[in-house]
């Protein structure tokens, strides 16, 4: 039987080796993007045959299971994770499964797989030189915000966050920007805080947080992490009263990472206003994840 523990700021360092080793190129296979959603997913981490299992809550599709990440046994963490689908009385599913995942899966579940692509969890890849310079026709409209906000903020600059008192400042501009939107939703909320929470956790979970500062004070901030090429960008926050502050952070964090040939700005929800604006970014490829639904594996 396998023991589930909830993902704690406690605990999550420990699970780094896990998603090091793992590059198939999704954020759901980051430590950032786990640890800032775990409390939105109810998220829980067992440690079965030198592999990585989570089980979480997927809105719709209720409790589901990510593949195991490892070095491990594979083929026996997926037998023990169907006996504790079967304990628990659930369906068998496999949620967020990248494509490179797949093979292990067919090869262990062979025609009892049922793949579907849900289109909700597309991760949005970007060219990253794209974003550094917002060159050619199909950035003009982003290289006109950037250049008014830097027009209308001639102090304008960037600032890696290191210290306790950047820390304070940027925790002091998430509170202002959560009193510009005070019709959140719960998700919105929550998704708020595990900003906060990553952004105190940031040097143990690997994470950089890049502020723009301007009129003397924080007017936008973003948080992810490198892994090999790719770059993940799993916060972004921007004043919605400061003209062109958003594109101008999503350009300034870039820059900060000069190796990154891949930006991952991640998944948009279904959320149809977030989706336009990823979409207008002219994304490079809409990286497919696929719900794994395992037949004959209920009580």
């Known amino acids: 039987m396998i023991e589930y523990e909830r993902i704690t700021g406690e605990n999550i360092s420990a699970l780094k080796p896990f998603f090091e080793a793992y590059a ?22 067992a440690i079965v045959h030198g592999m990585l299992c989570i089980r979480a809550g997927y809105g719709a599709y209720g409790e589901c299971y990510t ?27 496999y949620c967020v499964v990248p494509s490179c995942a797949l093979p292990a899966l067919k090869k262990h579940y062979g025609d009892r797989m049922r793949i579907e692509s849900i289109r909700d969890w597309a991760d949005y890849l970007y060219d ?61 909320e929550n998704e708020w805080n595990g900003a906060k929470d990553l952004l105190l956790h940031r040097d143990a979970l690997g994470q950089t947080a890049i502020a723009l500062k301007a009129g003397g004070g924080i007017v936008a901030l973003a948080i992810g992490e490198q892994k090999d ?32 040939l891949t930006l991952n700005r991640e998944d948009d929800g279904g959320d149809e206003g977030l989706r336009y604006s990823k979409l207008s970014y002219k994304p490079k490829e809409l990286r497919e994840k696929y719900l794994v639904t395992i037949q004959d594996a209920m009580v």
Not at 236 to 259: H, L, W
């Open 67 to 93: 593949v195991p990440l490892g070095g491990g046994d594979v083929h026996a963490a997926f037998d023990a994770v169907e006996a504790d689908a079967k304990r628990r009385g659930i369906p068998l599913r």
């Open 128 to 188: 990253a030189e794209s974003f550094r310079t917002f060159s050619g026709k199909a950035y003009h409209g982003q290289k006109n915000h950037v250049n008014r906000f830097y027009r209308e903020n001639p102090d304008a600059g960037t600032l890696l966050v290191s210290t306790a008192e950047d820390e304070r400042d940027c925790l002091a501009f998430l509170d202002r920007f959560r009193a510009k939107h005070p019709e959140f939703s719960p998700l919105e």
């Open 229 to 260: 090429d790719m770059l993940f960008e799993h916060v972004e926050k921007a004043m919605p009263d400061v003209p062109g502050a958003y594109p101008a952070m999503a350009q300034a964090f870039v820059k900060s990472f000069p190796a990154a």
């Open 24 to 45: 198939c190129g999704i954020c759901d296979n980051t430590i950032g993007a786990v640890y800032q959603w775990r409390d939105i997913y109810v998220s829980y981490f």
